[in-house]
Every structure is written in structure tokens, then in C-alpha cells.
């Protein structure tokens, strides 16, 4: 129970290490980071549509439906390399997913908080219900500015790995204190 316990908060730690670092190059290259994500969808699909178009060519049967669809995955690749804010504008629904679910778990684990008896757990309750207020908001949001939204979602992003790592540290610190409780109650009954 204990392993598992710790092997959640390792991955909340690293969860929320790689977000204030996703939020810092959002924050201060948002327009970079949105063309170059549309450009990169745009190329995937432009990979997968001549890859199924070969395959289908070099298939014993007639496969004129496989090479349909894989060139209209292959044009739709092109128009988003070429136009890739198409692409972007969905970022802040992604984003906001990503912090409504974050939030859940600061909530979550605010409550193992309080079942540890950590001081103040009812803070870390507020910092889930910030982030998934945060996320709805980048849901709702999403069809705005995009370079704005992006920088806005960089914040978010810093916020919610900074509160995830806090949150971790209370939890951390109020079980070693009741670990330290137990030892020392079994020391003592030892006597």
C-alpha cells in the first residue's frame, strides 16, 4: 500500500516538473510552439497518408477505398502543414483536460493529506479546485486568441506543477510524521 502510495506521488512529482517546464517554454514562445505542433501534426499525417498510399499500391488485391482514404489523409496532412493554426486551436481543450485532471488528483490528495492528519490539507483542496478552474476555463476559452491563450495556458501549467509539488511535500511530510508517530508508540510498547 505504502509502495504504492509512494509511486503515485514520484509520478505526480515528475508530472508536475514537466508541466512548469511545458508551462515556461508556452509562456515565452507561445506562437513558435503553436506552428511548429501545427506543422508537426501536419507532417504525421502527410507520413501516414504515403505510407497507406504505397502500401495500398503495392497490395496483390485492388485497394481503391484504402487509396482514397489515404489520399485524403495525405491532401489533409498538406493543408495542415500549410495552414497550422487550424491545428492549434484545439492546445487549450487539450490543456485544460490535462488541468481539470490534475486537479481531481490535488483534491485526492489533499484528502490522503487529511487522512494523515497534514496541517492546512483544506489549501491544497482550494489549489485542485484553482486548477480545474483553470482548466474549464482553457476549455471554454479555447477558440480565442491563441498566442494568448497559449502564454495564459504557460501560467496555468507553472501553477499547477508548483501546487502538485507542494501538495506532495504536505502529504510527504505529514506521513513521515505519523510514520515517526507509529515507530515511536512501538518503542515504547516494547518496554
Request: glycine content about 8%; charged content about 15%; hydrophobic content about 60%.
Amino acid at each position: 500500500m505504502f509502495d504504492k502510495i509512494k509511486e503515485l506521488k514520484l509520478n505526480i512529482t515528475l508530472s508536475a516538473v514537466v508541466m512548469v517546464v511545458l508551462g515556461v517554454v508556452l509562456l515565452f514562445w507561445p506562437a513558435s510552439v503553436s506552428l511548429m505542433i501545427g506543422k508537426v501534426v501536419g507532417a504525421l499525417l502527410i507520413a501516414t497518408g504515403a505510407i497507406q498510399i504505397v502500401g495500398n499500391l503495392m497490395a496483390d488485391s485492388n485497394r481503391t477505398m484504402g487509396l482514397i482514404v489515404a489520399a485524403i489523409i495525405l491532401v489533409f496532412g498538406i493543408y495542415i502543414f500549410v495552414n497550422p493554426g487550424i491545428v492549434v486551436s484545439v492546445i487549450p481543450i487539450i490543456f485544460g483536460m490535462i488541468l481539470v485532471v490534475h486537479g481531481v488528483q490535488d483534491i485526492a490528495m489533499a484528502f490522503e493529506g487529511r487522512s494523515y492528519q497534514a496541517p492546512r490539507w483544506g489549501v491544497s483542496i482550494v489549489f485542485g479546485i484553482v486548477n480545474i478552474i483553470l482548466g474549464l476555463l482553457c476549455i471554454a476559452c479555447a477558440f480565442g486568441i491563441i498566442n494568448m491563450i497559449i502564454s495564459i495556458i504557460g501560467i496555468m501549467l507553472i501553477y499547477d506543477g508548483i501546487t502538485d509539488m507542494l501538495i506532495v511535500h504536505r502529504v510527504n511530510k505529514a506521513s513521515r510524521y505519523v510514520d515517526s508517530e507509529i515507530l515511536h508508540e512501538e518503542d515504547i510498547d516494547e518496554f
